[in-house]
């Protein structure tokens, strides 16, 4: 699934909350305020939580490169876009200069590591212009998301980063 498509469902979500919200206000209106409002409230905040948890599902684990619960790990397709990428060469190669700011400032949890290796490899990864574009056409062989393909990599960099903590 493309980036167009998550946003439609993101803004899917938005809608459906706010048409909730603006609903829950106008019944609102001539009621008294006090211990009902509050239950709203909580309700709302239940709802929001539950949209969340239901987005960081659909975003994580609706991906075709990966499956499982805790941990996550790659399937028969985002095996072969490692290995034709040589993600855990990439990984091996990267790992070993993040160990330390990763276990001084995220921690050691497996968790916590999977969850740095997402952001990092939204946020900033260190890709050299080639790998860039072994990127690029390897998400357009596979028929996936540049996003798939960088969440190969950031599960290749998550395992080498935990075998090297352990060492």
């Known amino acids: 699934m493309d980036m167009e498509n998550y946003t439609w469902v993101f803004l899917a979500i938005v809608a459906l909350f706010t048409v909730i919200n603006s609903l829950i206000s106008i019944s609102d209106r001539g009621q008294e305020k006090g211990e009902w409002k509050g239950s709203v409230n909580s309700r709302l905040d ?5 949209l969340k948890d239901i987005l960081d599902l659909f975003l ?10 805790s941990p996550l790990t790659l399937t028969k397709l985002g095996k072969d ?5 040589s993600a855990r060469k990439w990984a091996n190669s990267l790992a070993e200069s993040l160990v330390k700011e990763i276990v001084e400032v995220i921690g050691k949890s497996p968790y916590e590591v999977e969850e740095y290796c ?6 900033n990864p260190e890709l050299s212009e080639n790998m860039k574009q072994e990127v690029k056409k390897i998400a357009y062989e596979k028929g ?3 996003r798939d393909v ?11 980063i935990i075998s090297n903590i352990h060492k």
């Open 46 to 50: 239940a709802l929001e939580r539950g």
């Open 118 to 123: 997402f952001q990092y490899m939204r946020e």
């Open 144 to 146: 996936v998301a540049q």
């Open 150 to 160: 960088l969440d190969v990599l950031a599960l290749e960099l998550r395992d080498e």
């Open 81 to 85: 876009i490692s290995e034709e990428i």
């Open 60 to 69: 994580k684990r609706g991906s075709p490169v990966a499956e499982g619960a």
